[in-house]
C-alpha cells in the first residue's frame, strides 16, 4: 500500500504543475478562437447600482434579417440606464425552446417586466401562465401569440400584418389596371416567412383575401423561405425552373426580396419596372427602399421596426398606474418610385 501510495504522489506532484498549466491555458485558447460564441451568459439584473432601475428581460426571436436588427435596436435604445431601465437581452436564435427557457430564466430573476417577440404564436400558455403567477407583466411585440387566456400578457406592439397582405394586392390591382392587364391571367409566386408566424400568416390572409376576388389571378405556388435571403435565392431559383412564365413575385420580406432577385438576374429574368416579374416586398429596410428608387422593386409594404418607444411609453403608464390599450398598431407606409425618394435621406435602417 505505502508503494502504491508513493507512486500515485509521484504522479500527482510530477503532473500538477501541467493541470494548473491546463487550466489556465485552455480557456484561454478556447476563448481566443471563438469556441465559446454560441455560449450566452444571462446578464444578472441586481448589480449594484441597479437598485433604482427598472428590470425588463427582453427575448427577441433571432437575427434573420436587417428588419429584425433594427427591430432588436430600437428596443435597445429606449430601455437604456439613461432612461431609467436595466435591460436583459436574450437573442433566442429563431428556436421556441430558446424563448421559453429564457422568459422562465426572467422570472427566476424576478424582473419587473417581460418584453418578447414570440417565433410562432402557438405554444406559449404554460409559460406565460408562469409569469402571470409570478405577478410580472409581459408586453408582447411585432408578433402574436394563440392562447387560451388573453389575461396571460398585458399588451402587444406592432404591426398590422393582415392589413399589410391586403396593401400588397390592392397594389396590384392598380399596377395591373395601369398596365390594361385587367383581363390577362396572371402567374404569382408567394415567398413565405416562417410557417406559423404573424407576419407569415397576417400576409399570406391578406393578399390572398383579394387575390380570391380576381379570377384571372392564379398563385402558381406559396413556399416558406424563412425570412432569410439565402433561403429566398434557393426557393425563386426552384420556382423560376418550374414555372417559365411569372408575372408577379410576392416576398413576405426584403431579405427573401433580395435573394430572389438574385436569383431572377442569375436565370436572365427581367423584374422591376418595365420587367417581366412585378416585384412585391414588405418590411421597407434602407437597402430595399433604394432597390424601389432604382426601379428594381415595384413596391415596398412597410413594417415598421421603431417599437422601443412604445415599450417605454406602455412601461410608464403601467408605474405610474394608468390603464394601456390591449394593443398598438404602429404607423406604416406604402413605398413605390413615386415617393420613396422622400424617404431616403432620413432612413437609419
Not at 209 to 214: D, L, S
Not at 215 to 230: K, Q
Not at 289 to 303: F, T, W
Request: hydrophobic share 40%.
Amino acid at each position: 500500500m505505502k508503494k502504491i501510495l508513493e507512486k500515485l504522489e509521484e504522479i500527482f506532484f510530477g503532473h500538477v504543475g501541467i493541470c494548473i498549466l491546463l487550466l489556465c491555458v485552455v480557456p484561454f485558447i478556447f476563448v481566443s478562437h471563438g469556441l465559446f460564441r454560441e455560449i450566452e451568459v444571462e446578464q444578472q439584473p441586481f448589480d449594484v447600482g441597479t437598485e433604482d432601475l427598472i428590470v425588463v428581460g427582453f427575448s427577441q426571436l433571432g437575427s434573420e434579417s436587417g428588419w429584425r436588427t433594427a427591430h432588436t435596436l430600437s428596443v435597445q435604445e429606449a430601455l437604456t440606464k439613461d432612461t431609467g431601465y436595466f435591460l436583459i437581452f436574450n437573442n433566442a436564435r429563431q428556436m421556441q425552446e430558446n424563448q421559453i427557457k429564457a422568459i422562465r430564466s426572467f422570472i427566476s430573476q424576478r424582473v419587473d417586466y417581460i418584453v418578447f417577440a414570440p417565433v410562432i404564436e402557438s405554444g406559449w400558455d404554460t409559460v406565460l401562465q408562469e409569469a402571470k403567477d409570478a405577478g410580472i407583466p409581459v408586453i408582447i411585440i411585432d408578433r402574436m401569440v394563440n392562447i387560451k387566456d388573453d389575461s396571460l400578457y398585458t399588451t402587444w406592439i406592432g404591426t398590422d400584418a393582415w392589413e399589410e397582405g391586403r396593401k400588397a394586392g390592392r397594389w396590384l390591382e392598380g399596377y395591373l389596371r395601369e398596365k390594361n392587364r385587367q383581363a390577362e391571367r396572371i402567374n404569382i409566386v408567394v415567398l413565405q416567412g416562417t410557417i406559423g408566424s404573424t407576419a407569415e400568416i397576417g400576409r399570406s390572409e391578406g393578399f390572398e383575401e383579394i387575390a380570391a376576388m380576381h379570377e384571372n389571378w392564379r398563385i402558381l405556388e406559396s413556399a416558406t423561405a424563412d425570412f432569410t435571403a439565402a433561403k429566398g435565392k434557393e426557393v425563386m431559383a426552384e420556382m423560376l425552373c418550374r414555372y417559365p412564365k411569372i408575372d408577379v413575385l410576392v416576398s413576405q420580406n426584403d431579405d427573401m426580396t433580395m435573394g430572389a432577385i438574385e436569383a431572377m438576374q442569375e436565370a436572365g429574368v427581367s423584374f422591376g419596372e418595365n420587367g417581366q416579374v412585378a416585384v412585391i416586398s414588405f418590411d421597407a429596410i434602407r437597402d430595399a427602399l433604394e432597390m424601389v428608387d432604382e426601379g428594381h422593386i415595384n413596391v415596398d409594404i412597410e413594417c415598421n421596426p421603431v417599437q422601443g418607444s412604445y415599450i417605454d411609453m406602455i412601461i410608464q403608464k403601467l408605474e405610474n398606474g394608468e390603464q394601456v390599450e390591449r394593443s398598438y398598431v404602429v404607423e406604416e407606409n406604402i413605398f413605390t418610385k413615386d415617393n420613396v425618394g422622400r424617404f431616403l435621406e432620413d432612413r437609419t435602417y
